[in-house]
């Protein structure tokens, strides 16, 4: 049996003010052509993944982005937030995403896209978990949150995401307006749709959000993630073969 190879692609930061540092991955793929890291910023757009031939990585449009939430340390109203949030990207891109409920998972760097004693015999859905320093190391400083997807790499087969992470900093997005809240957690669930970082500080994907006025998607990001959705329906691969 040919071996699965999930990568964990990206992990974005949106900061309050300053840099972030954002993990680049050191994995440059593989030689059945799965991608490399870190697309080039065209359009006001770039992707966390792309392809030799230059298309972006894509989740299947075969089934729903499906997502569970760590509710511990929600702040009021944080629900509501993110159901627009995801509303927000869904529409811009065409990806469907699906609420799979409540966990008790709690956010690590390593977490493991198949989790078959907690989650069945499926990938892992996405986590979006409300969160602090203490817990999550990344959120150390100005990070206000991050996210990124999973890839899986299948000799073969088109490269795919399968599942992804978003974690955010509690107290910092409490201490926020509404607007802004909704704007990080924007930010982060267009990284694990496949959205990477760009320069452009007119775009929502910047990184560095203190001191200016985008809580929106703008044109560039839009571009990016309706690019994001127009992908195909592939061939389901099995989590198993981990």
């Not at 992990?11 to 993990?23: D, K, R, S, T």
């Not at 994995?27 to 757009?45: L, M, T, V």
């Not at 891109?93 to 896209?113: I, K, M, N, V």
């Not at 307006?177 to 982060?188: F, K, L, T």
Request: with cysteine; hydrophobic share 35%; net charge negative.
């Amino acid at each position: 049996m040919r071996r699965l190879v999930p990568v964990l692609v990206a992990l974005g930061g949106l900061a309050l003010a300053g840099c972030v540092q954002v993990p680049v991955p050191t994995d440059r793929g593989g030689p059945d052509g799965s991608g490399q890291a870190g697309g080039k910023d065209r359009n006001g757009h770039a992707f966390v993944r792309t392809r030799k031939n230059g298309q972006p990585v894509r989740w299947s449009t075969c089934e729903p982005i499906q997502y569970v939430v760590r509710s511990a340390k929600e702040p009021d109203g944080g629900r509501d937030l993110l159901e627009d949030a995801v509303d927000q990207v869904s529409e811009a891109s065409g990806l469907e995403f699906s609420f799979a409920g409540t966990t008790d998972e709690a956010p690590s760097e390593d977490r493991a896209p198949y989790h078959p004693g907690r989650y069945g015999d499926r990938w892992s859905p996405v986590l979006v978990a409300w969160s602090d320093p203490g817990e999550y190391g990344p959120l150390e400083g100005r990070a206000a949150g991050f996210g990124g997807p999973v890839q899986v790499r299948h000799s073969g087969v088109a490269p795919r995401y399968v599942s992804g992470i978003v974690v955010l900093d509690a107290d910092q997005l409490s201490s926020m307006d509404e607007d802004s809240r909704r704007a990080v957690i924007v930010h982060e669930l267009a990284h694990v749709v496949g959205l990477a970082h760009v320069n452009d500080r007119g775009q929502l994907m910047n990184p560095v959000q203190y001191g200016r006025q985008v809580t929106t998607l703008q044109d560039g990001d839009r571009r990016g993630l309706k690019a994001l959705g127009n992908g195909k329906c592939y061939q389901p691969i099995e989590p198993q073969g981990l």
